[in-house]
T-cell receptor
Framework: ETGVTQTPRHLVMGMTNKKSLKCEQH?????MYWYKQSAKKPLELMFV???????ENNSVPSRFSPECPNSSHLFLHLHTLQPEDSALYLC??????????????????FGAGSRLTVL | AQSVTQPDIHITVSEGASLELRCNYS??????LFWYVQSPGQGLQLLLK??????LVQGIKGFEAEFKRSQSSFNLRKPSVHWSDAAEYFC????????????FGAGTILRVKS
């Protein structure tokens, strides 16, 4: 158990559906992230939240809508997705947003991912 | 633009053999460097990290990596591979002023044959 829990682990949805991915961390971290992992491509950072406030939106299409109600929970709401959005969506967290070279603190901890298939 | 290159998409080694996974980066001044491992159906687990100082870094599971500034490389090594090391390995690069916005390589899939 990594301390970052993602549900569901697998999701199949049609292009007109609305669904949500959930991420929960039990590590006392203050920053949370959504990454997209597509086959044969590097991980792409989508969103960053720090103390519930969005600090980064990496030009993500509006059909992906994040929500961070508190520092422990992060959602990714999905609607009218395209087949090319099929991917593994990884949630991560860190104590803070800035890596501390002296202590190695604030390094990312990842969840196991939610495998999304859009038909 | 910053980039991370992992030249080998797949590598196959025999159990007990040594391993080296390559990582090159283009990131200006000395960045922070990481190696993560992803087992099938799992998220990414941090193997090791480099910020400064000794260029040879020890990590978990018997892995080590060496930072070579002149070659802009941060190659991952293990002297004797175990079958349980079969996974996908990602090199990642960051900088303090970019916070935790790491740039990841495309990954190298390691297969271990018995």
């Amino acid at each position: 158990e990594t301390g970052v829990t993602q549900t569901p682990r697998h999701l199949v949805m049609g292009m007109t559906n609305k669904k949500s991915l959930k991420c929960e961390q039990h590590l006392g971290h203050n920053a949370m992230y959504w990454y997209k992992q597509s086959a044969k491509k590097p991980l792409e950072l989508m969103f960053v939240y720090n103390f519930k406030e969005q600090t980064e939106n990496n030009s993500v299409p509006s059909r992906f809508s994040p929500e961070c109600p508190n520092s422990s929970h992060l959602f990714l709401h999905l609607h009218t997705l395209q087949p090319e959005d099929s991917a593994l969506y990884l949630c991560a967290s860190s104590l803070g947003r800035i890596i501390s070279p002296s202590s190695g603190a604030n390094v990312l901890t990842f969840g196991a991912g939610s495998r999304l298939t859009v038909l | 633009a910053q980039s991370v290159t992992q030249p080998d998409i797949h590598i196959t080694v025999s159990e007990g053999a040594s391993l080296e996974l390559r990582c090159n980066y283009s990131y200006g001044a000395t960045p922070y460097l990481f190696w993560y491992v992803q087992s099938p159906g799992q998220g990414l687990q941090l193997l090791l990290k480099y910020f400064s100082g000794d260029t040879l870094v020890q990590g978990i599971k018997g892995f080590e990596a060496e930072f070579k500034r002149s070659q802009s490389s941060f190659n991952l090594r293990k002297p004797s591979v175990h079958w349980s090391d079969a996974a996908e390995y990602f090199c990642a690069v960051g900088k303090r002023e970019y916070g935790n916005k790491l740039v990841f390589g495309a990954g190298t899939i390691l297969r271990v044959k018995s």
